[in-house]
């Protein structure tokens, strides 16, 4: 969804610069929430403050919305069609391979190393087989980095 | 009783929306957290979103929001809860951000916290696959050989994720 924002707002509508619309996404990219909707808030305050970022808000929420509600209401209905279930049955393990093949090329862009490998691995096992909420491996991982970044920031003023 | 459905759709979307770092896939292992806690759906009709969701133009998160917001209440309204709820961390932060882009800038904490979140929003993602290499949804060794071949062309990075599913969808059609 990001290149197609960028497209329209930088190339078609030139609402602002390339630079700019990097800045913006590193900002919307980090923060919490939605990626593509953290995006249309920002462009929408930015040309009209908050009228501007609740109409950005609601015009990129709206066509998942109604897609999403059409399919909830139409799928309920034909998930126990066998047709629909033998190829659901075929999708299922495809999805599931869309969302680990990534993960590699992820870590790395991450810059995950062999020094920091525990940290996901920790992750996943308390996720996985102690079955803990993730809000707390987000909270533990944003403690951890920084008491990690002080006391290692002391570390180098004691070096200096 | 009948308010309580909405109340916890939008407590659950609403902490999807605040801590859910890293968007896309990450957001999937906050989303599958609540679903099991609250019982809202089987891990095989959650996949099932994440198919459609690939399929559709939007984000997943809104995806799943909308989605999980209908079957879990039944009606519209929960649809429109859940959405509202995981949009609204979104805006109240962005608009934060906005106003302090540059005090915030180069910020050491905002810094050093990315150092733990970045390796961590990784085993969010891993934990959310994990979870789903279930009963459910590899009910056989044929369940594994789709698994391993859209791994396999998935890796190489050729193949789009939407032609992926179709290939999948038609080898289920035949297979089973």
């Known amino acids: ?3 197609l924002i960028q497209k329209e707002v930088v190339e078609n509508k030139k ?3 390339a630079r700019e619309f990097i800045d913006m996404l590193a900002m919307a990219q980090s923060a919490p929430g939605v990626i593509a909707i953290n995006t249309a808030i920002f462009i929408g305050y930015k040309m009209k403050g908050l009228k501007g970022s609740l109409v950005t808000t609601l015009g990129s929420a709206l066509p998942s919305f109604i897609i999403i509600l059409a399919v ?3 799928f309920t209905n034909f998930r126990d069609n066998v047709v ?3 190829i659901f049955r075929g999708i299922r393990p495809a999805v599931v391979a869309l969302i680990a093949a990534p993960l590699y090329k992820m870590a790395r862009s991450a810059g995950v190393t062999w020094k920091t490998v525990f940290i996901p691995i920790l992750a996943v096992l308390l996720i996985w087989l102690a079955g803990v909420s993730p809000i707390w491996i987000v909270l533990a991982a944003i403690a951890g980095g920084i008491i990690y970044g002080a006391l290692h920031a002391r570390n180098l003023s004691k070096s200096i | 009783m009948e308010a309580e459905i909405y109340i916890q759709l939008f407590l659950s979307f609403f902490k999807i929306g605040l801590f859910g770092f890293g968007g896309g896939y990450a957001i999937i292992s906050l989303i599958q957290h609540e679903i099991e806690v609250h019982g809202w759906m089987t891990q095989s009709e959650f996949t ?3 198919a459609i969701s690939q399929m559709t133009p939007g984000p997943i998160g809104i995806n799943s929001a909308t989605y999980v917001g209908y079957t879990a209440s039944g009606t519209v309204l929960g649809s429109i809860v859940a959405t509202f709820a995981i949009v609204l961390p979104s805006f109240l932060i962005m608009l934060t951000l906005v106003r302090f882009f540059f005090a915030l800038q180069g910020n050491k904490y905002l810094e050093w916290a990315f150092l733990g979140l970045r390796p961590a929003v990784i085993g969010l993602i891993g934990a959310a696959a994990i ?3 279930n009963r459910d949804n590899f009910i056989d060794y044929k369940s594994f050989i ?3 071949l859209a791994f396999l062309l998935s890796f190489t990075g050729k193949f789009h994720p939407i032609l992926l599913i179709l290939m999948a969808g038609v080898a289920g059609f035949v297979i089973y």
Do not use: G, Q, R, T
């Open chain 2, 131 to 133: 979870l789903l290499m």
């Open chain 1, 15 to 17: 609402w602002m610069d």
């Open chain 1, 72 to 74: 909830a209401m139409v």
């Open chain 2, 146 to 148: 789709i698994f391993l």
């Open chain 1, 1 to 3: 969804m990001i290149p």
């Open chain 2, 48 to 50: 099932d979103i994440i």
């Open chain 1, 84 to 86: 629909v279930e033998k």
